[in-house]
């Protein structure tokens, strides 16, 4: 149902981010929702960008006139500046919605200060749990520049703590939104892994999954430290890694030329990920760093898949230790060895946990409650009742 005219939002969404990933598909559910509603919105990236093939299929709105390079390119971030001014007079906004460095800082300069009359409102959603330093540049872009904040988890508040305590972020301008999956795509009464098991001949094996990309910060090391330990006594197991990313060749290269290579199957990018977590018997999340609210953690208690995952970020958030999965310290081998040997050992356990994981995706985290949170956020902000 859409929403009356006169309560029709007007959104710009801006995003740098390149590769497709959870960010990405945040993103693009924001934008999708949005526009179901019957609200204005408009999603800005590179013409490079994975968003614009999955955009397309999903019926969004673009503009792929910006650059949204990496590191300090001058030129490409003044055709972003220009380009964003000429988009900025042509059509009314309401808020420009920021996602990545790429087109935070064209924005904070095409834009000028806040509180500038007839200025659209600028809000920046910080996906990650590196810390915001509160130097000199970080206050001025959150001080003068940048209206609102959006965390994508409670425990993010942290990395900001430095920008809070300077009084250069105030609480009534910092807002919490998790991320959210689509529990109707990601719902074990639709979806089994029945296929992938017999794509990848796992028919007889007890799986456990790694899903995401493939680079330092997600642990894939630390997992297959762990593997390989677990497989003198579980040869049984089999472990599908599913992602592409910076580490993937040298990732394969490891397990081609180790014990796992009977073990370990690395599948590379695919589309199908209701399928292939429909197929694990455990999710394993190991990351380091770098984790704020993400969705394969969500996408696998959905499917009735029991998670480890460690605390970092936002992740304590979802999964509670004990109930409806387990936690361990980032990098910690032991304690990732411990809990994958309990959850194979203990079908019982595995089954407790997977019931109560799903109940609370459906319940806290489908992609409606997300779009909801982000209309209430955008209202209160502007001042406008619901």
């Not at 000028?112 to 959603?125: A, D, H, K, N, Q």
């Not at 980032?330 to 411990?338: F, K, M, R, S, V």
Request: proline letters at 5%.
């Amino acid at each position: 149902m859409t929403e009356p005219i006169e309560k029709k939002l007007r959104i710009l969404h801006l995003s740098g981010r390149p590769q497709w990933c959870g960010e990405s598909n945040r993103v693009l559910v924001e934008c999708a929702g949005l526009a179901a509603r019957g609200h204005d919105v408009l999603l800005g990236t590179a013409p490079h960008s994975a968003l614009v093939e999955h955009g397309r299929e999903r019926g969004v709105p673009l503009h792929t006139g910006f650059r949204f390079t990496k590191g300090f390119r001058p030129h490409d971030t003044l055709h972003d500046i220009r380009e964003l001014k000429k988009l900025l007079a042509s059509r009314p906004f309401d808020i420009v919605h920021l996602h990545t460095p790429r087109d935070t800082w064209p924005a904070a300069f095409a834009m000028g200060p806040r509180g500038r009359p007839g200025r659209p409102l600028l809000v920046r959603t910080k996906h990650h749990s590196l810390r915001t330093h509160g130097g000199a540049v970080h206050r001025w872009l959150y001080g003068s520049r940048i209206d609102h904040l959006i965390l994508a988890g409670e425990r993010l508040r942290d990395t900001i703590a430095e920008l809070t305590a300077a009084n250069t972020l105030t609480g009534d301008r910092v807002h919490v939104i998790h991320s959210s999956i689509d529990v109707h795509r990601f719902d074990p009464d639709r979806v089994d892994g029945a296929k992938i098991r017999a794509e990848f001949g796992l028919q007889n094996r007890f799986v456990i999954g790694l899903i995401g990309r493939v680079s330092v910060e997600k642990g894939h090391a630390v997992l297959l430290n762990v593997l390989e330990k677990l497989r003198a006594e579980k040869p049984e197991i089999a472990c599908l890694i599913v992602g592409e990313g910076d580490q993937l060749e040298a990732t394969k290269r490891r397990v081609a030329g180790g014990p796992l290579r009977d073990c370990v199957i690395l599948t590379g990018p695919r589309r199908d990920i209701p399928d292939i977590t429909a197929a694990l018997d455990i999710q394993v999340v190991p990351s380091l760093w770098l984790e704020a609210s993400p969705a394969v953690v969500k996408e696998a208690m959905a499917m009735n898949v029991p998670v480890i995952a460690s605390d970092v970020g936002g992740i304590a958030e979802i999964v509670r230790d004990e109930f409806d999965g387990l936690i361990v310290r980032p990098g910690d081998e032991g304690e990732l060895l411990a809990a994958l040997r309990r959850m194979i050992n203990d079908a019982s356990f595995r089954r407790s946990i997977a019931a109560a994981g799903r109940a609370k995706i459906v319940g806290r985290f489908s992609d409606e409650q997300l779009i909801e949170r982000s209309i209430a956020v955008y209202r209160e902000i502007l001042g406008r009742p619901a």
